[in-house]
Structures are given as structure tokens and as C-alpha cells.
């Protein structure tokens, strides 16, 4: 069983900047990407970042050149790096990683979250 906790999560003004690291145990040797999603109040969980083993990253256009998403696999840890913040990125955000083997999931494991509050 992979294992996922977050961490870095807090208050911060607007305009501010902010860094939510995801340290991952287990096996992780099926694991195919890991991504970073968020819960806005009254709103469905949504992506916001996603990283591949190959190094390829996808990002939901509202933090495009704000967030920058990266892993290190030797330490079996990902990062999520805000910047630019606005009050709209407020939410609790959750780490995942996911791993298919032949089209059958192997790995779909979820941290618990951490709460990000980005005040006016």
C-alpha cells in the first residue's frame, strides 16, 4: 500500500507564496504519476497539477504560470510551488498517485489533505 502526507498548508495573504510538499511510502514501484488536487469551498475535489515518471506536467489553466508542480523520486517526494496567490485558491489540497499496469490499477492512493487559506 502506497502511503501519502502533506504537509505545508497554512494562511497567506494574496500575492503571496507558498510550497505544499507530499512525502509518499510503500511501494512505489508501479506508481505511473502523481498529481496534486483541491477541494474550494462548496465545490467539487478538481486537478490542479499533474506529473508523470517521465517528467511531463499538465496544469488547470487557472495556475498556469503561478503553480509549478515536481517530484524527486529518489526521496519519493512531491512538491507543489505556489506563487501569485489569490483568494480563489483557497481549499484543502490533496496529493495522489496513481499506476496502471496493462489497464489495471495497481496504485490509487490519496493523502488526507491540507487546508490553504489565502486571505484578501
Known amino acids: 500500500q502506497v502511503q501519502l502526507v502533506e504537509s505545508g498548508g497554512g494562511l497567506v495573504q494574496a500575492g503571496g507564496s507558498l510550497t505544499l510538499s507530499c512525502s509518499a511510502r510503500g511501494d512505489m514501484s508501479s506508481v505511473n504519476s502523481m498529481g496534486w488536487y483541491r477541494r474550494a469551498p462548496g465545490k467539487q475535489r478538481d486537478l490542479v497539477a499533474r506529473?508523470?515518471?517521465?517528467?511531463?506536467?499538465n496544469y488547470t489553466d487557472s495556475v498556469k504560470g503561478r503553480f509549478t508542480i515536481s517530484r524527486d523520486t529518489a526521496e519519493n517526494a512531491m512538491y507543489l510551488h505556489m506563487n501569485s496567490l489569490k483568494p480563489e485558491d483557497t481549499g484543502v489540497y490533496y496529493c495522489?498517485?496513481?499506476?496502471?499496469?496493462?489497464?489495471?490499477?495497481?496504485?490509487?492512493?490519496w493523502g488526507r489533505g491540507t487546508q490553504v487559506t489565502v486571505s484578501s
Open positions: 506529473i508523470s515518471s517521465s517528467g511531463g506536467t
Open positions: 495522489h498517485a496513481d499506476g496502471l499496469i496493462a489497464g489495471v490499477s495497481h496504485v490509487d492512493s
